[in-house]
């Protein structure tokens, strides 16, 4: 309390002892409450503290202290001058009172003490603002009109955003911003991605808290991102990064890092951080992570679709606050056993699809994404995780696990059954779209075998006029599923007339033709598989009855929609989009907010802003990347509330804006896609003519690239596969 009152009198105001709480109580009623009669005494004596005062009750301390039965306390307070503390001093020895009059003087130095660390810290600020000022007033004259209330007002945050590049010798941007030194934050963004290099600038702006500089052409990060030691956001997605600067792991203080949409092939240089919330590296070049699990006890998100992975680090299962695990598209065939020691709690998302799981469970798991599975995942991953050694004969058709024992058995196989069945289907489907024959001919028409045709050399693609055989390099995007691979390599196959059948790998992105092959003496190799495919000319239509390649369960209500929409026997026509087709695009679904999803939210809270972004992407992405094209917008939503603001931006032909009719996503989702494609239709009959494209995406989809209708494949009918970049080999659903 000594301490306290002489450093009020020395730095503070004298009216400070006497600030009351919310129940009008000062320092002195509280000490009279507590019976601390030092407190009480220094407060009067030193303090000069009122005795007058009351507080809400209308007592004063001396009341409070009777109330309370504190009698000495409230006899000093009846009358301070006039009190005499017992002779205590009398009977205290010279050696007692020489200790005390030392601490006393303890006490006060250590409050001098105290106030000039905090007059030298206060000093401190008073310098750096005045080098701050110093330093905006010397700031050449920018270019670009967002900067000057920066170097005027102190602004602590700039977005610059689809601005031309400057033609300068010191580059593209803006010198300027390099001297706006009191930044927390800078968002930089030129038009055209003109944006390939920053500056060793970079290093000046020394308070910086976020960097977003995602959106560009960077070749690389500067060292000199290393210095801003205050960065806790660093955002660099789709640029054209192919390394991380080792001074990244200087960053102790980074939480958030989104370098995905780059070439990167490893992050080692974050690996030693430990105070990241949430890491997004997809859609790179990755064929491992090596993070530092253990010390990771803050990580919450952790996103890696579309990458090269093969194995689940099983150091993962440390990570005790992940909500989100994202590996979508990778080449991870087992799940450690380790992951089961996530919290269930927790852990909200694990997506795992489009990988190539050995186990038929975890496939069924993780193909919707749905949380409510998410516990049923962990504890069949806790019991039949990946150990590190595979049982010989695992994953084979009746080959049994070895542990499952005898009554295990039979439910694995049947399972597995299940899945194969799955895969026959997409074979299947394959030989109907290659033109497939009769029942009988099914091994000759569409069926995998496993093996390979005959070796084949790479990059020599052979003659399609009159060889016998020749290889076809496929890359990543097409090697993501078998199906992706399939479809791509069908497609190449039919247009070369020499081709009669094809061999696949994934490993090796190998798309090998063949003019003949006997399927029934196959040369077994890696993960070789072959099969027969006819002319594109052979049969030109595309069944009714057809299934989508990727989120098949998300668009069965949308196939028995279609099914409705042509009761028919017709097919659709096949139809090579061009720059001059005629395309219906079908926007459809349930709208949310920009950061909780539709299905958390109501109508009545939806934000007009998810309207916005993405009307600005398609307007970009789309409508002006097709100027050749003619363009009819049929729009459904179950948001009537945003339904002006959605006809305003698109003016659609044809609107309809519902109620919500169900609380099911998957069956809202296609009663909303079946009511536009029925308009659709209407349209065509009206017109005359069918579209030669119908394209159907959800209302909330933002583009990051131009989407061009010449670019796609042959097929009427496209959905966008969702939270992917565009990509015709890769990202659309047929």
């Not at 060292?223 to 205050?230: H, T």
């Not at 089961?340 to 909200?348: R, Y």
């Not at 099969?531 to 069944?543: F, G, R, Y």
Request: charged residues 25%; proline residues 5%; glycine residues 6%.
């Amino acid at each position: 309390m000594e301490i306290l009152l002489e450093f009020v009198r020395k730095a503070g105001d004298a009216n400070d002892i006497e600030v009351p709480d919310e129940d009008d109580r000062t320092p002195l009623m509280l000490a009279a409450d507590n019976g601390k009669f030092e407190c009480v005494r220094l407060l009067v004596n030193e303090g000069k503290c009122k005795l007058d005062k009351k507080d809400k009750e209308g007592k004063t301390a001396k009341e409070i202290a009777i109330a309370r039965k504190h009698t000495q306390i409230a006899a000093f307070l009846a009358d301070p001058k006039g009190w005499k503390e017992e002779e205590d001093d009398e009977d205290e020895d010279e050696e007692a009172l020489r200790k005390r009059k030392f601490l006393a003087a303890q006490r006060s130095a250590s409050a001098e003490k105290a106030a000039a660390a905090q007059e030298e810290v206060h000093r401190a600020k008073v310098e750096a603002a005045e080098a701050l000022d110093k330093a905006l007033a010397s700031a050449s004259k920018p270019v670009w009109e967002e900067i000057e209330p920066v170097l005027k007002e102190k602004k602590r945050a700039l977005t610059i955003k689809n601005k031309p590049a400057l033609k300068l010798s010191t580059g593209p941007v803006d010198p300027a911003v390099w001297q706006c030194v009191c930044l927390f934050e800078l968002r930089l963004e030129l038009a055209e991605r003109a944006l390939t290099s920053l500056p060793p600038q970079l290093s000046r702006l020394v308070d910086l808290v976020t960097l977003i500089v995602s959106g560009n052409a960077l070749a690389a990060l500067p060292d000199e991102v290393g210095s801003l030691v205050k960065l806790k956001n660093l955002e660099a997605a789709a640029n054209e990064l192919v390394t991380l600067p080792q001074t990244l792991s200087q960053l102790a203080a980074l939480q958030v890092l989104d370098v995905s949409r780059n070439k990167l092939t490893s992050i080692a240089p974050i690996s030693a951080l430990e105070g990241l919330v949430a890491v997004n590296v997809g859609y790179n070049l990755l064929t491992e992570l090596t993070l530092n699990w253990e010390k990771l006890e803050h990580l919450q998100k952790l996103e890696a679709p579309s990458n090269r992975i093969v194995l689940l680090p099983p150091g993962m299962g440390a990570l005790q606050q992940l909500v989100t695990l994202d590996f979508t598209a990778n080449c991870i065939e087992q799940v450690p056993i380790e992951l089961g020691n996530l919290t269930v709690k927790k852990l909200q998302y694990v997506k795992l699809k489009e990988n190539p799981l050995a186990d038929p469970r975890i496939r069924r798991f993780v193909e919707d994404d749905a949380p409510t599975l998410v516990k049923d995942l962990l504890n069949h991953v806790r019991k039949n995780g990946y150990k590190g050694e595979v049982a010989a004969g695992a994953g084979k058709k009746g080959g049994g696990g070895g542990k499952k024992g005898k009554k295990g058995k039979g439910k694995a196989a049947a399972a597995e059954d299940e899945e194969e069945d799955d895969d026959a289907d997409v074979a299947a489907l394959l030989a109907q779209m290659a033109g497939g024959g009769s029942d009988d001919d099914v091994m000759r028409t569409g069926t995998f075998v496993d093996g390979h045709c005959g070796e084949t050399t790479d990059g020599q693609s052979g003659d399609c006029a009159i060889g016998d055989f020749g290889m076809l390099k496929l890359n990543a995007a097409h090697v993501r599923t078998w199906q992706m691979a399939t479809a791509e390599c069908t497609q190449r196959c039919q247009a070369c007339s020499r081709c009669k059948y094809i061999s696949i790998s994934r490993e090796y992105k190998d798309c090998s033709w063949y003019a003949s092959c006997d399927l029934r003496s196959t040369k077994r190799f890696s993960d070789f598989r072959s099969m027969t495919v006819q002319p594109a000319d052979a049969q030109q239509q595309l069944p009714r009855e057809w299934k989508p390649f990727v989120n098949r369960s998300s668009l069965v209500a949308t196939r028995e929609a279609l099914g409705k929409l042509h009761p028919n026997k017709g097919k659709w026509p096949w139809v090579q989009p061009t720059a001059r087709a005629s395309v219906a695009l079908v926007l459809y679904g349930k709208i949310g907010t920009l950061h909780h999803p539709s299905w958390f939210t109501s109508d009545a809270k939806a934000e007009a802003g998810v309207v916005y972004l993405a009307h600005a992407t398609v307007q970009r992405h789309v409508l002006d990347a097709n100027p050749a094209a003619t363009m009819a917008l049929f729009i459904h939503s179950w948001n009537p509330s945003l339904g002006p603001t959605i006809d305003t931006l698109y003016r659609p032909q044809w609107s309809q804006h519902e109620p919500l009719e169900t609380n099911d996503a998957v069956e809202s989702a296609s009663m909303s896609i079946a009511r536009a494609l029925r308009a659709v239709r209407r349209a065509e009959r009206d017109r005359g003519a069918p579209f030669d494209l119908i394209a159907c995406w959800r209302h909330d989809l933002h583009f990051s690239a131009p989407l061009r209708w010449a670019a796609l494949p042959r097929a009427q009918l496209w959905f966008t596969a969702q939270c992917c970049d565009f990509d015709p080999a890769g990202s659309i659903d047929r």
